[in-house]
């Protein structure tokens, strides 16, 4: 670990070269690695918390002038109870991960004596920018080792403290392994992000640990590709046949488990027809919650006439912007999907083509002010659950289960990088895999492409699959 | 198809929209739709190739007043011999593929009756911009249709003629199909490329299929994604073990087979201990396909020693801009790796630590020189193999096999979109895989996150790996 005082492209040049023999070393030299800094981190966990006590003293007069939020006060403090664990055996999570590099998924005989492999490798170099909790430090490094990638980490100024101790603590464990000394670099040199960002030629992946700020400003100052994602506007759809304690269960967890978080839900599409069976109850539960909804014309006159008058106050009237806005809050916004009736043809038929096109109106909300994150449908129709699951563009698309699902630990991938939104390369929860490429290998005995082709005298590829 | 006349946004914002109800097609819808356009095309030669004629007429006064390159006009020309079949033929290749949507690769039981599955589906709207092949629009957009993708295609101005009629005559074909109207754009109105580059909101991936200077030029000017790759700077590495018979085989046929291909070798490195024994003979097999040498003063020391003087010629100096040059013509940089000399230790266990630090400095020169294309050393080690296809850090990593061989006929994929040197998402040759992302789906009966947990009374999740 070089803790840099030096430019941001010579710690980037040097990420990159020894990127080089990171790629190369093997899984027990990297899993020794991030053993060396779990036992390192627990060693040194005093002169650790002292650090993160002097950066909350100054975080705690800058929250008290109001310079500073309470939240980002409450993520910077290593001595919450259980945070200090939970980083140490965060980073023995990612050592009992498999090896994700290396693995072979495509093998095949072009010819005689003439193979080709699909194995999985690092990407190169990372670029890690975090703003407040510097635990992640430590979760990333361990998770940038174990794929074989070098990473630039740039700390915000919140935790520089914390930040910088930790990363002595896990550069002196780290020069003690293998892992060459460069390929982890922590940046101190305060306003370098745009220039880290322009460096395209050495960094392979930025990922961008913090608000919905930072990550948008990240995408939007740099040419390197970007894991993760600005925006979380979660939406939940009640169709027309939505079971009434379903859809309670559903709303109140997506929205209030945990308010703050990308994959908790805002905006509430309900079919017409459930506007005075289902959707009484749903409110009834959420303002139990203490959550406000924000309602379109219909909706509001169907909660009016349904609820109690005491409740009035929780029921508002929408703007166009409310369905596009990320609350991160107890406030939800709710929008009536209309019953599209059909004149012709026999009943039945009509009803479910008319079901079908309010369906179609549902996703079409979703595309345009969805952010592609995750959105659900309660409805008892596996064919109408089908089609929203299909047609819907989102990295988790959901049927009867709450928004709040989407989450690496929840999905059973151990520990993760971030969620993306992205529609390239990772998308949803990223954990390790999300932090490798692959490379195409051919081991061959001095052919020539020149010998093969349709004419006389010509070889004929032979193409064979063969066992991963 | 819509042969719009509209602005780009609109366009783009007609193909997101289309791109929803493509994404729901069945395989046999949209390889119908590949049926229509191969039929279609066919009848509609006559036709086609008097639009191309008159593209070819243009372009050929052109050429003569020296405004156009030969090759740009041998590219537009449809009536060369095969050309046109093999668009058509092109068409059924794609056909024959397998379904690449709706795979699933991942699936999970994270509690009873609430299942995770991650499964393939298209990326959304594809931006392909062309320059003079005309034949490509009709490869492209049948994997674009294929791959459930929505396209909008941008023409270069040589090539207008063909490609509107191409297009037009695609596009009838797939509107009696039950591929969306809107699902392929052409957009014919011309210096509108800043602008559907700045359309990330709407378009996923950039396909940019033509020179250098284009996919440079979309690199540079979009923050959306590209698929594709600006250089091909390819180098062999004749290892101090090297076959002379390989050598001269693999060398020859990575320059010459055809020497304006990306993946056609620059740069040859020659280990020090070989200038003598392989590095003749490969030169002089150079030399008999008209390949001048441009060489560091040791390798044009012993070439000029080894070789008679009528070849002095053929030997030049090399300058340092040579070793990042893609020539895309009959010159090779040459470059000596020296022989690392150790003074300490036995002999054997001191020449080979000596090789592996040679190995070393010809790593190094491919990471800074080189284009992450594809990279071959000839040797006879394979431990000097494996460390160098795990170290050099490219798309293709070959052991005694022609650069020539990174291509996706080559490789067994059928078609391909391109060769991409990115090392996110799709790298090397990519087909139809390449034009796909994942998302996660949860079939749940309304369950919510807040039920399970560590603490007394909650759930805990199952997480068991089902079958795909």
Chains 1, 2 share one sequence.
């Not at 539960?285 to 909804?293: H, P």
């Not at 290998?441 to 070889?459: F, L, M, S, V, W």
């Amino acid at each position: 670990m070089s803790l840099t005082e030096s430019t941001p492209e010579a710690a980037a040049r040097a990420a990159s070269l020894s990127a080089r023999g990171l790629a190369v070393l093997p899984f027990s030299a990297r899993n020794d690695a991030l053993t060396a800094m779990h036992d390192a981190l627990m060693a040194n966990k005093e002169a650790i918390l002292a650090a993160n006590a002097r950066d909350m003293a100054r975080a705690t007069s800058a929250s008290e002038s109001g310079q500073l939020s309470q939240s980002v006060l409450k993520r910077l403090d290593l001595s919450r109870p259980g945070k200090y664990q939970d980083m140490l055996s965060g980073i023995l999570d990612v050592r009992r991960l498999d090896d994700p590099i290396g693995k072979v998924d495509l093998r095949s005989r072009l010819d005689d004596g003439l193979e080709l492999e699909r194995v999985s490798c690092p990407i190169g170099v990372l670029l890690i920018i975090f703003e407040a909790r510097p635990e992640v430090i430590a979760n990333i490094a361990a998770l940038a080792i174990k794929s074989g990638n070098a990473a630039i980490l740039k700390g915000g100024k919140e935790s520089t403290d914390s930040f910088e101790t930790i990363a002595r603590v896990i550069g002196a464990a780290v020069d003690g392994t293998q892992v060459p000394n460069a390929a982890i670099q922590l940046v101190k040199t305060r306003d370098v992000i745009d220039q880290l960002l322009g460096l395209d030629r050495y960094i392979d992946l930025v990922i961008p640990r913090g608000g919905n700020e930072l990550v948008r400003y990240v995408k939007d100052h740099t040419k390197i590709p970007v894991l993760g994602h600005a925006d979380g506007l979660c939406s939940v759809y009640l169709h027309a046949d939505a079971d009434k304690d379903m859809a309670v269960k559903v709303v109140v967890d997506s929205k209030c488990d945990y308010p703050a978080a990308c994959n908790a839900a805002e905006t509430l599409l309900v079919h017409e027809s459930v506007l005075t069976t289902v959707l009484p109850a749903v409110a009834r539960a959420l303002f139990a919650k203490g959550v406000s909804l924000r309602c379109d014309d219909t909706a509001k006159a169907a909660l009016k006439k349904a609820l109690p008058p005491t409740s009035a106050a929780l029921v508002q009237d929408s703007t166009e912007e409310d369905y596009n806005t990320e609350f991160l809050d107890l406030i939800m916004a709710v929008k009536t999907v209309p019953a599209v009736t059909h004149t012709n043809g026999d009943e039945a038929a009509s009803k479910s083509s008319g079901e079908d096109a309010s369906l179609d109106l549902a996703i079409a909300h979703i595309s345009s002010h969805g952010s592609k994150h995750t959105d659900c449908i309660v409805t008892t129709s596996s064919e109408a659950a089908e089609k929203f699951m299909s047609s819907v563009d989102a990295a988790g698309v959901y049927w009867n289960a709450s928004t709040r699902f989407a989450d690496g630990m929840r999905y059973g991938f151990g520990t993760e990088v971030g969620i993306s939104t992205n529609k390239i390369h990772s998308r949803g929860p990223v954990g390790l895999e999300g932090l490798t490429i692959y490379k195409y290998k051919i081991k061959g005995h001095g052919q020539t492409a020149g010998e093969y082709g349709d004419g006389a005298g010509k070889r004929k590829y032979k193409h064979e699959k063969l066992a991963v």
